[in-house]
């Protein structure tokens, strides 16, 4: 089974804080993502990497930033928390072979 | 450029009732068509998926056939259970292969009892 892991499920921080999100997937998937999920605005892409290093601007980029130094690990970072960035964040992983999406359970960050 | 367009919800059925979520899209070329759930507390799993026009998915007793004409994906299923009760997302995948998906805004079923 193809596991897309999220290193918290509930996370709260202050405004102003740097914020690091943790994703990690074990099947050798060379793209992976990031989204926000908003009610009433279903997912919405904030990066996507194709490989260790490379990263593309989704349709949201602005407050966050993402590193991709192994294959396996793709991390979101909100620079500053605003209390706009109070979200569910969900990565994911694509598989080509599968030709689907893999994603993890999300995190629920709060901003304060 | 490519979107996904899906019924507003909430939807709210009595168990065994029959379920369809609409979903249409707008693409250029050949796009690939899916179906996510997300379950309560969970992330968003494939439910099902076509390839090609006239193909029809089928998974835990969904369906849907991707129409090529109506530029459409609707999901039925015949007889909703409480367990069904979830977020439906219909998505679609363009021509590149980056793996990138366009997601609809997601369908909020309720099922009672």
């Known amino acids: 089974d193809v596991k897309v892991t999220q290193s918290s499920r509930y996370l709260v921080k202050r405004t102003g804080e740097k914020v690091f999100l943790e994703c990690v997937q074990d099947?050798?998937?060379?793209?992976m993502f990031w989204y926000r999920q908003d009610p009433g605005l279903g997912l919405r892409l904030i990066y996507f990497?194709?490989?260790?290093?490379?990263?593309e601007k989704g349709d949201i980029p602005e407050g966050y930033s993402v590193s991709r130094e192994k294959k396996e690990r793709f991390s979101l970072i909100l620079e500053s928390a605003s209390t706009n960035q109070t979200s569910m964040y969900l990565c994911?992983?694509?598989?080509?072979?599968?030709?689907?999406?893999?994603f993890g359970p999300g995190t629920r960050l709060t901003v304060t | 450029g490519n979107s996904v367009t899906q019924m507003e919800g909430p939807v709210t059925l009595s168990e065994e009732a029959f379920l369809t979520i609409n979903c249409t899209y707008t693409?250029?070329?050949?796009?690939?068509l899916f179906w996510y759930v997300q379950y309560p507390g969970e992330g968003l799993q494939l439910l099902l998926k076509?390839?090609?026009?006239?193909d029809k998915g089928s998974n835990k007793g969904f369906e849907a056939t991707y129409r090529k004409e109506t530029t459409s994906f609707h999901l039925e299923k015949g007889s909703v259970q409480v367990s069904d009760s979830a977020v439906y997302f219909c998505?679609?995948?363009?021509?590149?292969?980056?793996?990138?998906?366009?997601f609809g805004q997601g369908t909020t079923l309720q099922v009672k009892p």
């Open positions: 693409a250029t070329g050949y796009p690939s």
């Open positions: 998505a679609l995948h363009g021509s590149s292969n980056t793996g990138k998906l366009i």
């Open positions: 076509a390839t090609k026009a006239d």
């Open positions: 994911a992983s694509w598989g080509a072979h599968e030709y689907e999406q893999y």
């Open positions: 990497s194709y490989d260790v290093k490379m990263k």
């Open positions: 099947m050798d998937h060379e793209n």
